[in-house]
């Protein structure tokens, strides 16, 4: 079967499709820039600000925050200002956090602009998938929601890429943080230089518009019906109107909250974020040196984009199940392994690649299956009436998640040793697996009415 993102670049105005969900996925490609860049500006931030634990911590979780706060706001300033012009705002907002950071004096100021900067990096998790499922064929979505997440992981190896090539740099931290503000601004005039999403103009009443951007979309491919397209959309959109947060209280929603929520926190706590905000700090305690922990964390970053992109080539073939079991089982194994290896110590002086080793399946493993399983399929299992609000409410829990575990993870490590922690992080892995085994339901090649109709026993 063909690939989703693929045919997607096949058919309708290729150019056109592509333009715009490039522009829009430099959100994605920022949202993993700056989450990811802090790992090896932490090394030099932590020694010249004199900063303690949980000053280390505040700085790298703070942005998680701002992100949830992001996430909540964007999905009201979304529907209000337009997907376009959210992501204009989000563009600036990133480029000021970007300077603001890299000119910081004091922690305090940098924990002030690393929330500032979240409030974008929140706004992008949410709204560049909406943006760019929004212009893809209904046939195209899944690999178009993958794309994103292909952004984010090229966003964080592009980190590692620029943390390795400043760290021996003056100002070192200073030039890591502030580079971003170029992509920053260049999605804030990208945006103003493509059209908004035809939902949006539908839903802002703008038809006549929606109907024009939609014909240059669908340009060029045999199969389109504008009409009948612009009909769909009106429907859904009359539906989707005045969903609200009590929606998901609903006896056919909430067993599919609890799958996304489930997906959401497992994401997370498995511990991901660990291993791409923390690499060098993991890496250094091998025995390597501060540099050679930045150069083998590149690995880590290249090894997450280039598993992605099988799992792009994969999900709309081997389904999102088995990509989903066989990624989690694998960064079980890898997580063991880190256990082991830290509580063994003659390990650490015969063997000190087998930490890189274990860190590059555990990466591998989450590229796979629950990085980009996680956001697709929380587009996928909600009935359209409440799909926003729930999307919405799974991504914000994901970022609460993700707080909860980048804030306490070198308090546990003080604690429960490394060792303690990646078993930690395996027992929950092993959990989740027996779950989604469990409970999460196949969502390959099918529509999202069929998936609707299945999953909440609606047959009408
Ligand atoms: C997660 C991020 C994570 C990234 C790693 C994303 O899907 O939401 O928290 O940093 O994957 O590739």
């Known amino acids: 079967m063909a690939n989703g993102f693929v045919s997607a670049l096949r058919e309708g105005n290729n150019a056109l499709i592509a333009r715009m969900a490039a522009i829009a996925a430099i959100g994605g490609l920022l949202f993993g820039y700056d989450t990811g860049v802090i790992s090896g500006a932490l090394l030099y931030i932590g020694q010249e600000m004199h900063a303690g634990t949980f000053e280390q911590e505040a700085i790298v979780s703070v942005l998680l925050l701002g992100a949830m706060v992001g996430a909540v706001g964007s999905g009201w300033l979304a529907d209000r200002i337009s997907r376009r012009w959210t992501k204009v705002l989000s563009g600036s907002v990133y480029f000021v956090g970007a300077l603001g950071s890299a000119l910081s004096v004091d922690a305090g100021m940098l924990i002030g602009f690393r929330f500032l900067l979240g409030l974008a990096v929140g706004a992008a998790s949410f709204v560049s998938p909406m943006y760019i499922s929004e212009l893809a064929l209904p046939r195209a979505r899944g690999g178009l929601t993958s794309f994103n997440q292909l952004a984010i992981t090229i966003g ?40 908004h999403s035809p939902r949006w103009l539908v839903e802002a009443g703008r038809t006549g518009q929606a109907r024009e951007v939609l014909s240059r979309l669908r340009k060029g491919d045999p199969h389109a019906d504008v009409e009948a397209e612009l009909a769909d959309i009106r429907r859904s ?71 992605t992109v099988v799992a792009i080539l994969l999900l709309d073939r081997v389904g999102r199940r088995g990509l989903l079991l066989t990624g989690t089982a694998g960064l079980l194994v890898g997580l063991a392994a880190l256990a082991v290896f830290f509580a063994v110590a003659p390990l650490q002086h015969q063997a000190p690649w087998l930490a890189l080793a274990a860190l590059l399946l555990y990466m591998a493993s989450y590229a796979v299956g629950l990085g980009p399983v996680f956001w697709l399929m929380i587009s996928e299992i909600f009935p359209l009436r409440v799909r926003s609000v729930a999307m919405s409410a799974c991504t914000v829990v994901n970022w609460a998640a993700n707080f909860v575990v980048s804030l306490t993870f070198l308090t546990l490590v003080d604690w429960i040793s490394r060792s303690g922690t990646f078993l930690l992080y395996a027992v929950i892995a092993a959990v989740a697996l027996v779950l989604f085994w469990w409970r999460v339901p196949e969502t390959k090649g099918r529509s999202l009415e069929d998936i609707e109709r299945q999953l909440t026993g609606d047959h009408t």
């Open 156 to 195: 964080i190896a592009v980190s590692y890429l620029v943390d390795f090539a400043f760290h021996d740099v003056s100002d070192n931290w200073r030039w890591m943080l502030g580079i971003a503000a170029v992509p920053g601004a260049a999605l804030a005039i990208g945006m103003l230089a493509v059209p």
């Open 237 to 307: 959109s009359a539906q989707a109107r005045g969903s609200r947060l009590s929606d998901l209280r609903g006896r056919r929603v909430r067993p599919l909250l609890w799958i996304g929520i489930g997906l959401a926190v497992a994401q997370q706590f498995v511990g991901v974020n660990t291993v791409i905000y923390y690499a060098p700090k993991i890496l250094s305690a091998t025995g390597v040196s501060a540099g050679g922990a930045i150069g083998q964390t590149v690995f880590i970053g290249v090894t997450n984009v280039v598993f």
